[in-house]
Nanobody, 123 residues
C-alpha cells in the first residue's frame, strides 16, 4: 500500500533554512505528480508546491515563491522541499501528497494520498 513518510521538520529562527524529505513506497514513484501542503493551527490546509513527473513543471504558492524549492529524486523515491528565508508565518505541519492517479501533472484537487506530516516552527 502507498506510504508517504515526511522528515526534516524542526524549530528554526526566522531567516533560517530547513529541508524536508518525503520517502514514498508502495507504488511506482515516478508515475505520479507530487506536492507539499501545510496547515497551521486554526487555519485551512494550504497548497505550497507541486512538481510534475520527471522533475518537469513546478508550481508554488505566492506565499513561498522565491524562498522554497520543490524537487524529487525518482531513483530514491523521495520528494524534497528546500525552505530558505523562513518566516514565523511558515510555522505549520507540512505534509507531502501524491496525485490520486498516474500522470505527469496535477492540480491541488488531484492529490489523494497523504503522509503523517512533520512540524516546522519558525520563531
Amino acid at each position: 500500500h502507498v506510504q508517504l513518510v515526511e522528515s526534516g521538520g524542526g524549530s528554526v529562527r526566522a531567516g533560517g533554512s530547513l529541508r524536508l524529505s518525503c520517502a514514498a513506497s508502495g507504488y511506482t514513484y515516478n508515475r505520479n505528480c507530487m506536492a507539499w501542503f501545510r496547515q497551521a493551527p486554526g487555519k485551512e490546509r494550504e497548497g505550497v508546491a507541486r512538481i510534475a513527473t520527471g522533475s518537469g513543471n513546478t508550481y508554488y504558492a505566492d506565499s513561498v515563491k522565491g524562498r522554497f524549492t520543490v524537487s524529487r529524486d525518482d531513483a530514491k523515491s523521495t520528494l524534497y522541499l528546500q525552505m530558505n528565508s523562513l518566516k514565523p508565518e511558515d510555522t505549520a505541519t507540512y505534509y507531502c501528497a501524491r496525485a490520486q492517479n498516474p500522470g505527469s501533472w496535477c492540480e491541488w484537487d488531484d492529490l489523494g494520498y497523504w503522509g503523517q506530516g512533520t512540524q516546522v516552527t519558525v520563531s
